[in-house]
């Protein structure tokens, strides 16, 4: 039996943290198993988690602090060190501590290293800082600087749209770059047979009308404006819950229980009744790469409305397969929500093509498939 190549998955996000990263990796790892064998190193996040069989998984303990609603692992540079020697392949996922060590170590020990863009790390960190000022004048070059630094000692990264790698080709980065998009599992992300029955699944009247979000709870993601929206819609329409699925930042978890008509849920290891139950998916976003919770809405059949960022406003057809509202401005916002409240077909038909839109051009067959073809010259 021939040996498989050793893949060394390092990564600053993982399970149980449900964020885009980790969903990512719980739908691609057990899909690579078969062709690598696989060690991931994540930090220890709190929680529970249940082992993916045949992945061998090493945590980091983390930093007492947090940056926004994200609390970083320690530098732990001997243990990176050993990993990355043990190692055929270096597939990195951030470039928090654990995958800028594992970049640096890689370089040394002559190892090949690959790259996988979530998000613009200078973005993603200065957007979660209050102070904006010190945010884009101080934070956001340095973290531009060490992004720049990193990303270019990589032998190959893979992006998730034409788009990031124009962003990262102007910001001076300069590795060759493929791009590997994004899937989605449209046989587990279904329309509901019913939306009644869905909504009280999840205990939710059948007869209110469900807007929601699904993701991490984080300052980019700008909740707080669809917050806003909410408050403004609840004067005009009575039968309205706001569902969230989703933690983070704990002022803003503690702001939406105090409503009455949202309901946050907090953990869940299977999203898909919670999307099903909804009748508009909101993604409010500041920034984003491709964002696969919309890309996941979408496969179940939900009229979507979205901020121009990222991948996002490339697969989006503006009235076709979902809509666009300006960021920050709750009031369009709620407008374009109150508008797909009243009109009931045009609801459904943007639901109807959002899904068309998954199935023909999101698929974790062809994602599996562009990891393993660039992988394979590495080994």
Known sequence: MIAKPKLLIATDSFLPRWDGISRFLSEIVPKLRNYYDITIIAPKFEGKFNPIERVNITRVPLFGFRIGDYQPPKLMSKLLKEHVEKADIIWVQTIGPIGALAIRNAKKLKKPVIAYIHSFEWELVTKSISTKKIADYTIKPIIKSIAKNLYNRCNIIMVPSAET????????????????????????????????????????????????????????????????????????????????????????????????????????????????????????????TTSLSTLEAMSCGIAVIVTKVGHVKDYIKDKDNGLFFPKHNNLILSMKIDWLLKEGYVRKALGVNARKTVIKNFSWEQTVNRIKKVMNGFS
Do not use: W
């Open 165 to 288: 790698a124009k962003v990262m080709e102007k910001h001076g980065i300069k590795s060759p770059k493929v791009i590997v998009k994004l899937g989605t599992d449209t046989e587990k992300f279904l329309p509901p047979g019913s939306k009644e029955e869905a909504k009280e699944k999840i205990g939710v009247d059948k007869n209110k009308k469900v807007i929601g979000f699904c993701g991490r709870i984080g300052k980019e993601k700008d909740l707080i404006t669809l917050y806003k929206a909410f408050l403004r819609l609840e004067k005009i329409h009575k039968n309205l819950v706001l569902l969230i699925v989703g933690q983070g930042i704990k002022k803003l978890e503690r702001l939406f229980k105090e409503k009455e008509n949202i309901r946050l849920i907090k953990k869940t290891s299977n999203v898909v009744p919670y999307l099903q139950a909804m009748d508009i998916y909101v993604l409010p976003s500041l920034t984003e």
